[in-house]
């Protein structure tokens, strides 16, 4: 297996570079345990890491991480934590997308939205989101470090002419 | 030894007393003559001086004779040249005046001639003067006049305007005032109220818009 196939397994159901690394902690913590003398040798890894984090608040992250497939997690069981610490730093390189969303959205619509960018944007594009209520109506975000207000001043200002000329007319019909 | 000094002292004796008897002897003698002396030259002096004071007098007296003499001459010739110059400078004086008294006259006369001839021209001049006055100062007032309105009418002009722009530029102000209220409370109002899809797809729009204007 290679670290692009790896990556690309990594990328199929994480879309924020947060995730992804609180992923890869998860893994690593799961595969020195197994290191050092794990639980279970003989069953499947991947069911090896969801009964460890059974009743943990981690147990949605080691589900993620348990879906990238047993092969991924035996190839990097099998390699020593150099492979691990390349995949990081090929993660940290992978083009970001900084969102600035008017409220916090729930993880089906970021993984939607990670989806929708990785079609439009890049390929292999990570969101890092922020909340900035000023932002409403859209968004703002920071796009290879340039900065675009899409937010509903954008949109405001797409239309002043009309919204212009709606203010003239509720002037005359109401006001005079 | 003591012989001796007793003779000499008894020698010494004697002569004091012979010296004492003789100078008494010699006084008696010299004294009278002295003051005899003495009271002539006296005589002598007092002569002389009185003689001397006589003589003075007289030198005086003669010199107070001449002096009154000669200060009476002068006073005379004083007055006599006094006298003259009086006379001279009177003679001069008449004369002057009599020169002033003609050249006055001359130009008494020349100046009414000249005054007579000047206040004619003079009031030609003004008459010829004020016509042309009257004329100009018609024309000028009407062209002031016309230059006035015009410049009213285009500061009035040049007001309007300036109303209407700055009218416009106020309107224009307010207009981005209310916009940009309308703006945030919209966005306070979808924040509070639209739900998570709804901003969710306000986000999607948001990202659709920045590919169609090739951001990415």
């Known amino acids: 297996?290679?670290?692009?196939?790896?990556?690309?397994?990594?990328?199929?159901?994480?879309?924020?570079?947060?995730?992804?690394?609180?992923?890869?902690?998860?893994?690593?913590?799961?595969?020195?345990?197994?290191?050092?003398?794990?639980?279970?040798?003989?069953?499947?890894?991947?069911?090896?890491?969801?009964?460890?984090?059974?009743?943990?608040?981690?147990?949605?992250?080691?589900?993620?991480?348990?879906?990238?497939?047993?092969?991924?997690?035996?190839?990097?069981m099998k390699e020593s934590s150099h492979e691990l610490q390349s995949i990081k730093s090929r993660v940290a390189a992978l083009p970001e997308l900084v969102l600035y969303l008017p409220t916090a959205l729930h993880e089906d619509h970021v993984a939607a939205l990670g989806a929708w960018c990785r079609d439009a944007v890049d390929a292999q594009v990570l969101l890092e989101i922020h909340v900035d209520s000023s932002s409403a109506g859209g968004c703002f975000f920071v796009w290879k470090d340039l900065f675009y207000d899409f937010s509903l001043s954008y949109f405001m200002l797409k239309r002043d002419t009309e919204i212009r000329a709606m203010l003239a007319h509720h002037e005359k019909t109401y006001v005079h | 030894m003591f012989v001796f000094a007793a003779g000499v002292a008894l020698a010494l004796i004697?002569?004091?007393?012979?010296?004492?008897?003789?100078?008494?002897?010699?006084?008696?003698?010299?004294?009278?003559?002295?003051?005899?002396?003495?009271?002539?030259?006296?005589?002598?002096?007092?002569?002389?001086?009185?003689?001397?004071?006589?003589?003075?007098?007289?030198?005086?007296?003669?010199?107070?004779?001449?002096?009154?003499?000669?200060?009476?001459?002068?006073?005379?010739?004083?007055?006599?040249?006094?006298?003259?110059?009086?006379?001279?400078?009177?003679?001069?004086?008449?004369?002057?005046?009599?020169?002033?008294?003609?050249?006055?006259?001359?130009?008494?006369?020349?100046?009414?001639?000249?005054?007579?001839?000047?206040?004619?021209?003079?009031?030609?001049?003004?008459?010829?003067?004020?016509?042309?006055q009257a004329q100009s100062l018609q024309a000028t007032t009407a062209e002031m006049a016309k230059r006035v309105d015009e410049r009213f009418a285009a500061a009035f002009a040049a007001a309007e305007k300036e109303v209407a722009e700055y009218a416009r530029a106020r309107k224009d102000l307010i207009d981005a005032r209310i916009f940009e209220l309308i703006g945030e409370t919209?966005?306070?109002?979808?924040?509070?109220?639209?739900?998570?899809?709804?901003?969710?797809?306000?986000?999607?729009?948001?990202?659709?818009?920045?590919?169609?204007?090739?951001?990415?």
Not at chain 2, 186 to 200: D, G, R, T, Y
Not at chain 2, 203 to 209: D, G, K, Y
Request: net charge negative; with cysteine; glycine share 2%.
């Open chain 2, 14 to 132: 004697v002569l004091l007393a012979m010296e004492f008897y003789n100078s008494r002897r010699v006084n008696k003698l010299t004294y009278p003559v002295y003051e005899y002396a003495l009271k002539r030259a006296e005589e002598e002096a007092n002569r002389i001086v009185s003689q001397a004071r006589a003589e003075a007098r007289a030198l005086v007296e003669s010199a107070e004779a001449e002096s009154v003499k000669l200060t009476t001459a002068h006073q005379r010739e004083d007055d006599a040249a006094q006298q003259a110059y009086q006379s001279a400078l009177q003679a001069l004086l008449s004369r002057f005046e009599n020169q002033i008294k003609v050249a006055a006259d001359t130009a008494d006369e020349a100046n009414k001639r000249i005054s007579a001839e000047a206040v004619e021209a003079l009031k030609a001049q003004a008459h010829a003067a004020q016509e042309v």
């Open chain 2, 186 to 216: 919209m966005k306070i109002v979808f924040q509070k109220n639209l739900p998570s899809e709804v901003h969710m797809q306000l986000v999607r729009l948001a990202l659709e818009e920045a590919k169609a204007n090739k951001v990415f």
């Open chain 1, 1 to 76: 297996m290679t670290t692009d196939q790896i990556l690309e397994k990594i990328l199929s159901n994480t879309f924020t570079k947060n995730d992804c690394f609180k992923k890869l902690a998860v893994l690593q913590d799961f595969l020195d345990t197994q290191s050092y003398g794990g639980e279970s040798k003989g069953a499947a890894l991947t069911a090896a890491l969801k009964s460890r984090y059974e009743n943990t608040d981690d147990r949605p992250v080691a589900e993620a991480v348990a879906a990238w497939g047993e092969e991924v997690i035996a190839f990097l």
